[in-house]
């Protein structure tokens, strides 16, 4: 027998951007329906963020043990027991799941159904054997690995970001396609965990950013011992389970790289499949669900938010876009997507945090602009930790007013906060410039960049003439 809900807002996916939503529109006294069909947390908790930066924190660990020597202290070869590395990555899970758990939900008053979601008409939803008749509905079902046609790939056991995670046993060696941020965040953590590792990209790895940053990201992984093959193409994959042999053609010839295991990184699909997005006229692309700035889809009834808009697949983005919608679906504001000071960050060793243009969108988009550097070997906390691989690049426009600012450091993910302040409220390089930066610390990098901008004007020969002549006067 069918159940029929009403509600004021039902959304579809707990993950970070349905949960948001859910939170938030509960809260304020909304009667939210919440439809998930796998795991509570979706991506970001169980196959995302959370485990992959709890096995970089593993690999981590294993790399400082071999690094002491310039610290005068005798390295030692990690013993790495892959299973525990396994148990520590669920365990980090386990101790943030409470948090997304149905029972948070229902104890803020979201009527939660565990059930696969589809549209049976503009306005309900069927899920199960309820159907649900909404006042508003928002669609945050996210994304999932995008696979690419290369012959052989269906006939071996191949990784994905939704089962590298559950790997009990170290892969000898462990072939990558796919040199984005999952591949490279990957390689990094496998190897230092022990495993041969090959990254294959048919491009530049992690091509979205900076080159100029990149190369000292992607340097440090191939002096790490990490095998990069960039502008290669990948023509077969055979074998079987531990055996996995990958052909690919570089500009030297052909090549055949035998591995144990093989990991697919090759970008995101959005996962829109059975919403029978077309009985509720919604449009939909290959990038994902079609939205405007007010994240409405062709329906305006309903809202699409995170992975499954294509764009920026972040987290922090979902969460974003949840609060825009609360607005507009709550609280019947027209408040509108600002992509303009969202950053990002890459959590390879060294990070790479980035935030507003880059150097190359804003010779594109600027008549001028100032290009500012600071390299990590000029601060004396990175010297002291000998952690020197580094550099901040801060672009502004001719005023000084900051356009965007990348970060290659340690915990350049922290670093890029105050730069994501300055881009957001559009302020001067004096901001920055003027304030006191506790020393010795990496912060420092950011103060020393946006004060080389007056470092011209400061020590010009007009400063020198007028200093010399104030003294005239006692
Ligand atoms: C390996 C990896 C590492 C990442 N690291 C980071 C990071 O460090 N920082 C960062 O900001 N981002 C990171 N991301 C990206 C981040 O995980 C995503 O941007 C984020 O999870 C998107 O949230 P979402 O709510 O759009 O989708 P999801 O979190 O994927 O949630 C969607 C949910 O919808 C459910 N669903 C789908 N269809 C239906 C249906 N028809 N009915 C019911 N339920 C349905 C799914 O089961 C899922 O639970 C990473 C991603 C990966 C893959
Ligand atoms: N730290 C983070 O915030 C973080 C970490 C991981 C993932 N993510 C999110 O997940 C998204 C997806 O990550 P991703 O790394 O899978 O995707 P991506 O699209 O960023 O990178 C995929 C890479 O695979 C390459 N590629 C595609 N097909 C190929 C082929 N046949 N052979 C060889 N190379 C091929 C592409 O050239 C590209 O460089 C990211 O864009 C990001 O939004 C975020």
Redesign the pocket.
């Known amino acids: 027998m069918t159940n029929k809900i009403k509600a004021d807002i039902c959304i579809?996916?707990?993950?970070?951007?349905?949960?948001s939503v859910a939170a938030g529109a509960a809260q304020m006294g909304a009667r939210t329906v919440l439809?998930?069909?796998?795991?509570?947390?979706?991506?970001?908790l169980n196959?995302?963020?959370v485990p992959?930066?709890a096995l970089i924190a593993a690999g981590a660990h294993a790399y400082m043990m071999g690094e002491g020597e310039a610290f005068g202290i005798a390295p030692v070869t990690p013993q790495i027991d892959f299973a525990k590395v396994n148990a520590h990555v669920k365990g980090v899970i386990a101790a943030i799941a409470p948090n997304d758990s149905v029972a948070r939900f229902e104890g803020l008053g979201v009527t939660v159904i565990k059930?696969?979601?589809?549209f049976k008409d503009a306005r309900t939803v069927i899920?199960g054997n309820k159907e649900i008749h909404a006042r508003r509905f928002v669609i945050?079902?996210?994304?999932h690995p995008a696979i690419p046609s290369i012959p052989g790939l269906d006939t071996v056991p191949f990784l994905t970001?939704e089962t590298i995670f559950d790997q009990t046993e170290r892969p000898d060696h462990l072939i990558v396609i796919g040199g984005g941020?999952?591949g490279m965040?990957?390689a990094q953590a496998h190897h230092r965990l022990g495993c041969k590792v090959t990254v294959i990209e048919a491009a530049k790895a992690l091509a979205k950013d900076d080159p100029e940053l990149t190369a000292l990201v992607i340097d440090r992984l191939i002096r790490e011992g990490v095998e990069i093959l960039e502008s290669v193409k990948v023509t077969g994959v055979a074998g079987a389970a531990g055996r996995i042999s990958v052909t690919v053609e570089e500009a030297s010839g052909r090549r055949v790289i035998e591995g144990s295991h093989l990991l697919v990184a090759t970008g995101?699909k959005p996962?829109v499949?059975?919403?029978d997005l077309d009985k509720a006229g919604i449009v939909a692309d290959a990038h994902g669900i079609k939205v405007d700035d007010r994240l409405r889809t062709a329906n305006k009834r309903v809202f699409a938010?995170?992975?499954?808009i294509g764009g920026m697949?972040?987290?922090?983005?979902?969460n974003y876009h949840a609060g825009i919608v609360i607005r507009n679906a709550l609280f019947r504001l027209p408040a509108k997507v600002d992509y303009g000071a969202i950053p990002?960050?890459t959590?390879t060793d060294p990070e790479l945090a980035h935030v507003g243009e880059t150097e190359a969108e804003a010779r594109a988009r600027h008549m001028k602009i100032n290009v500012l550097r600071w390299h990590l070997a000029e601060n004396d906390r990175a010297q002291a930790t000998h952690e020197t691989d580094g550099l901040i690049k801060v672009i502004t426009d001719v005023h000084g007013r900051v356009l965007g600012c990348t970060i290659v450091a340690p915990h350049a993910g922290e670093l890029i906060l105050p730069w994501v302040l300055a881009k957001s409220q559009a302020l001067k390089l004096s901001a920055m410039a003027g304030i006191v930066a506790p020393y010795p610390t990496l912060s420092e990098i950011s103060k020393r960049a946006a004060s080389s901008y007056y470092t011209p004007t400061l020590f010009s020969m007009k400063t020198r003439a007028l200093v010399r002549f104030l003294g005239l006067f006692g």
Do not use: W
Not at 35 to 44: A, H, K, L
């Open positions: 579809i996916g707990a993950g970070s951007g349905g949960l439809i998930e069909r796998g795991e509570m947390g979706g991506d970001c196959t995302g963020c992959s930066k059930d696969h979601a589809r899920a945050a079902t996210g994304s970001n941020p999952i965040e990957m995101r996962s499949d059975g919403l938010i995170g992975d499954v697949q972040f987290t922090h983005v979902a990002y960050v959590y």
